[in-house]
């Protein structure tokens, strides 16, 4: 029968020693690792720009509907441009009709307000627009409807942007100023022979 010779404790602690201060060491390192590679990622953090986000306090389902709103308005835009009176007087009823469609009892009390004073504007307006048989009447119109397009832009955020506020400098009437979903600039206070008239004055980004 073979003789098993067993080594003494002291034998054993001394083999078992380096193993342990091995896997001490390994877990330190690797620990000190985590730290730098830590230290390295919240130096990269603090030297990179903050940029803060900024909530909008209109509810999201009135925002789309002003986007859906914004839609109608840059249809009668385009047929205004175009000094199309019959497309411009169909684009003006559905913005109009439009307006009933909203569900602004999600808003709170002073929004609201508002509001319902921006689509009495644009019911009134729209309606003037669409018994006009005339061009100049019909960009006067145009003009009133976009004031509150574009307080609309200002106070209710939209959803869908960003939009663009334009202004002609040299415009036939009042405040030339309207809305556009492009930076291309297509006055709708001119003859086509002037639509490139305007620069962009602000821009409303959601």
């Not at 003009?143 to 209710?156: G, N």
């Not at 036939?172 to 600039?185: F, Y």
């Amino acid at each position: 029968m073979p003789i098993i010779k067993k080594k003494p404790e002291s034998v054993l602690r001394i083999f078992r020693l380096p193993a342990v201060l091995f896997l001490f060491l390994l877990l330190s390192a690797c620990g000190g690792g985590d730290r730098e590679l830590s230290d390295q990622q919240q130096s990269q953090s603090q030297s990179q720009p903050q940029i803060e986000q900024r909530e909008s306090d209109i509810p999201y389902n009135f925002r789309v509907d002003m986007q859906s709103l914004l839609d109608h308005y840059f249809e009668l835009k385009d047929a205004v441009v175009d000094s199309d009176l019959p497309a411009a007087k169909e684009a003006a009823e559905r913005l109009s009709g439009f307006t009933s469609d909203v569900m602004e009892s999600v808003l709170q009390s002073e929004n609201r307000g508002l509001w319902s004073g921006i689509s009495r504007i644009l019911r009134t307006e729209s309606d003037k627009l669409i018994a006009t048989e005339s061009d100049s009447d019909l960009r006067i119109y145009f003009e009133h409807i976009s004031r509150s397009v574009i307080r609309i832009a200002d106070s209710f955020d939209p959803a869908g942007g960003p939009y663009y506020l334009m202004e002609c400098g040299v415009a036939a009437t009042g405040e030339n100023q309207w809305l556009s979903r492009e930076e291309e600039v297509r006055n709708p206070y001119q003859t086509s022979a002037d639509a490139s008239c305007g620069e962009i004055v602000e821009q409303f980004v959601n």
